[in-house]
């Protein structure tokens, strides 16, 4: 046997018995309960695209160990960097909203177009394509132009939420990779972190998800960091105004110390009581007036509305419900397709180029 097939032969059998002996998630959902809040789902039809639908076995025959080869280099690159899980998931959502989750946001700029790379919510913040790319390159070398980059995103978010402790889903598969890239999309279609509740209302749907939705993937800021830059209107009046209440006012001096001197590039929790565990922690920080970012403490605000501050505090006192309601939003983020449909698109051999 030649030594590229002994090689081969090795890994695939190291995943299959990785596969046998790693723990799986029992926090598996279909995306049943509902928050006793009348914003619900309805409205939130996302496109599964033309022409091409998606699965949970798209790859059983032709790749069955794609999500095994995922999974394990997602969980080493959280092991070796607990922040990587944010990353890997802020890069799915990031690809999603723009045009549909086609793998666009992993195209480096080319000769006949700008990426979306270099976009205002982008630059320099987003970060995990080498994770991305070294998951690729395997891949191809045991399954060529099989498994796109948009598939990879999906497996990878779902993955990377399970190596922080939170919950389980079986990804639909069967995404095709974007020709293309959008700058002037990501530029307009991401939501700020100095939104309000109505424009992030309006930006989740405008791509086809619900309020609810908003809520709950905003869950997601329970794990990462974000620099000084995207909360700094959170602390620009403390000391000078009245407006912090009193029970927030020693978390923003913190901020404050924080980001002093630091030219808005230091990097706080998005989540200080547990940052690296994906829970529900993130709502009950909300109720305590602890929300990093503008974005988050809007949405416990009255201002933004009796039934998004109820959902917020259904989620802070009920970790099982937020953790089936933000499992059935990924899937429903994960469904939106390119305008003109995934049966137009490719699989690429390079996720940062086109074939």
Known sequence: MELATVAVAFLLAALAAAADATPVNKSCVTGGAGASVSIGYGGAGASAGVGVSLGGDAYQSDCPLAEEIVRSAVENAVA???????????????????????????????????GEKTAGPNANSLRGFEVIDAIKT???????????????????????????????????????????????????????????????????????????????????????????????ARIASVGVSAGSAAKDMGFLQSLQQLCAGSAGSA???????????????????????????????????????????????????DAALFFDDFAASMLRMGRLAPSGGRAAGEVRRNCRVVN
């Not at 944010?86 to 045009?99: E, G, P």
């Not at 920080?285 to 403490?297: A, F």
């Open 267 to 317: 990097l706080a929790h998005l989540d200080l009581a547990t940052p690296a565990t994906f829970d529900n922690q993130y709502y009950i920080n909300l109720l305590s007036g602890e929300g990093l970012l503008p974005s988050d403490q809007a949405l416990a605000s009255p201002a933004g509305g009796e039934d998004i501050a109820a959902l917020v505090a259904d989620y802070a006192f």
């Open 138 to 232: 395997q891949l191809e070398q045991l399954c060529p132009e099989t498994v796109s980059c948009a598939d990879v995103l999906a497996i990878a978010a779902r993955d990377s939420v399970v190596a922080s402790g939170g919950p389980s889903w079986q990804v639909e598969l069967g995404r095709k990779d974007s020709r293309t890239a959008s700058l002037q999309a990501a530029n307009s279609n991401l939501p700020a972190p100095t939104s309000g509740v109505a424009t992030l209302v309006q930006k989740f749907t405008d791509v086809g998800l619900s309020a609810k939705d908003m809520v709950a993937l905003s869950g997601a800021h329970t794990i990462g960091k974000a620099r000084c830059t995207t909360f700094s």
């Open 80 to 114: 070796a960097d607990p922040r990587m899980a944010a990353s890997l998931l802020r890069l799915h959502f990031h690809d999603c909203f723009v045009n549909g989750c086609d793998g666009s946001v992993l195209l480096d700029d080319t000769p006949f177009f700008i």
